[in-house]
């Protein structure tokens, strides 16, 4: 069973515009921009079939919906359900946020670090946990819908908040890591259940929104820190026969050039000011590629941005692998964490020097500076999982196609908690959804 999930936030709202907290209250409506916005969506998502679509009940989203509905080929007929309302910050709502950070400056402040830990008291005297609180609400959601959807493709049209906490009880994140991911007005976000709730789920893609006519998520106001752009390299005549690679240095095939060129273009447009890629021939062409754009950027090699070594499974296909060491691909493919690469690696090792390249090339960044990083499939999602707060057992919750392109921002400073602006575009290669080579890894 596999079913398909597509989430988008609501489009541009008065609300946000004012700079006041939504939540719950209803008063705030789509503005000329947003509405603009959610045909941008439709346009996006036209191609695709979808088996049913679910909105939250508040204006600004069940109007998103609506435009999009209007906007696809014979679409279902839309579902409304109070288990994708926003989140619940009664004593903020309508509130301009400095009049918030005023009033309530510590609630506001464990907001940002701690969110797990707001708490507020209601007119009759019960207390509101608003992130534990949206997190049982959107496993509801989960637990009532998924398995009434095998094999089907859903969208979902819902806010901020309720589609963090969506991705986040999706993939096992607790509510205090309820401000890793950014999610942007109409950014499409990809969700591949492989079975009920509970069961892997990867991210095939976060906060796209590039089909709103912008390259790559602004940054946020008041940005301290470093951002980084974290891609996978082309594709290689291996990657598409669906061999293991590892650590043999299997160069770009034609089509591999063809997807670093078109990364390159997509990224044209963004300043970069310095880059960085693994030693391995198939990143170091996709970044030299990307930098003909850039042609003041000195490229960094490191190895410690080295494919994975898969050791004696190198150069060998999936059937040869099984054949050789029986029920390890599966332990691999169900619990990666635990398995050890007949003379080759594990993810611990993958993750340790993976990190701390990742860590110096942070550290060594400077504030406001963007840093290109290339590299491999299994670095990268050792990166992503350890930016989100997850563990070498999450490895699979990630996608990494060919080509693609990951934003992570450190908006608080080098040294402070990262952010997941963007995960997996590929939108520059061709539609919403990614279609690169599902290689052998």
Not at 298 to 320: A, T, V
Not at 399 to 423: E, R
Request: charged share 20%; hydrophobic share 35%.
């Amino acid at each position: 069973m596999t079913t398909r999930v597509i989430l988008v936030r609501h489009g541009e709202s008065s609300y946000n515009v004012e700079k006041r907290a939504q939540g719950h209250c209803d008063l705030s409506t789509l503005t000329e921009k947003g509405e603009i916005m959610a045909t941008q969506v439709a346009k996006a998502l036209k191609d695709l079939q979808f088996d049913a679509i679910y909105t939250s009940p508040l204006q600004r989203a069940k109007r998103t919906a609506e435009v999009i509905f209007e906007g696809l080929d014979n679409p279902p007929a839309l579902q409304v359900t109070d288990y994708l309302k926003e989140i619940n910050v009664f004593l903020w709502e309508g509130m301009l946020f400095s009049e918030v950070q005023e009033k309530y400056p510590e609630m506001y402040d464990y907001w940002h670090t701690e969110p797990h830990k707001v708490r507020m008291t209601l007119p009759d005297g019960s207390e509101l946990a608003p992130v534990q609180d949206l997190y049982e609400q959107a496993e509801r959601f989960w637990r009532s819908t998924i398995p009434h959807h095998a094999n089907q493709t859903l969208l979902i049209v819902a806010h901020s908040g309720i589609n963090r906490a969506l991705i986040n009880t999706a993939i096992g994140l607790e509510p205090a890591d309820y401000q890793r991911f950014h999610i942007s007005n109409c950014g499409i976000t990809v969700l591949n259940f492989s079975g009920d709730f509970g069961q892997t789920v990867q991210i095939e893609s976060l906060n796209v929104t590039s089909h709103l006519g912008e390259t790559i998520p602004k940054l946020r106001p008041k940005h301290k820190g470093a951002r980084l752009l974290l891609v996978r390299h082309g594709e290689t005549e291996w990657n598409r026969q669906g061999r293991f690679q590892g650590q043999i240095d299997v160069p770009l095939n034609d089509n591999g050039r063809v997807q670093a060129s078109q990364a390159g273009e997509f990224l044209k447009s963004v300043s970069i000011d310095s880059a960085v890629s693994s030693s391995m021939a198939r990143p170091k062409e996709t970044a030299e590629l990307i930098l003909k754009h850039h042609p003041d950027i000195d490229l960094k090699l490191r190895d410690d941005l080295r494919e994975i070594s898969h050791g004696l499974w190198e150069g060998k296909f999936e059937s040869e692998i099984e054949a050789d060491y029986p029920g390890l691909l599966e332990q691999w493919q169900s619990r990666p964490e635990t398995v050890q690469m007949p003379e080759g690696e594990n993810l611990q090792q993958v993750w340790d020097r993976a990190i701390a390249g990742w860590n110096e090339i942070v550290k060594n960044a400077q504030p406001g500076e963007t840093v290109l990083v290339v590299a491999h499939d299994a670095i990268n999602k050792a990166i992503l999982c350890y930016i989100s707060g997850l563990t070498t057992a999450s490895f699979w919750n990630f996608k990494q196609g060919n080509g693609a392109v990951s934003v992570i921002d450190y908006p608080k400073g080098n040294d402070a908690t990262p952010l997941l602006m963007a995960m997996n575009i590929t939108t520059h290669l061709g539609g919403v959804l990614d279609k690169t080579a599902a290689g052998a890894l």
